[in-house]
């Protein structure tokens, strides 16, 4: 599946494949925010979570400035 194809499901079935099928790469804490990285098929998705571990929302991208705060 492509980003474009993963993109087409709905938010649900979104959700639903990045948990059955995303790797964990990376985890990045900054003071409010706390950030997860997933690689899926062949592109990233990071997913944004509040201190209160309820999840503010998601990003998907392949490259680009999304991925290089990820490459410190």
Known sequence: MGLYE?????????????????V???NLTF??????LYALHMFFVEVE?????????K???KT???LEKWAI
């Open 6 to 22: 993963y993109k087409m499901l709905s938010e649900e079935d979104q959700w639903i494949h990045l948990w059955s099928h995303g």
């Open 24 to 26: 964990h790469l990376e």
């Open 31 to 36: 003071i409010d925010t706390n950030f997860t």
């Open 49 to 57: 979570v509040s201190n209160d571990n309820k999840i503010v929302g």
């Open 59 to 61: 990003k998907e991208f």
């Open 64 to 66: 680009g400035y999304l």
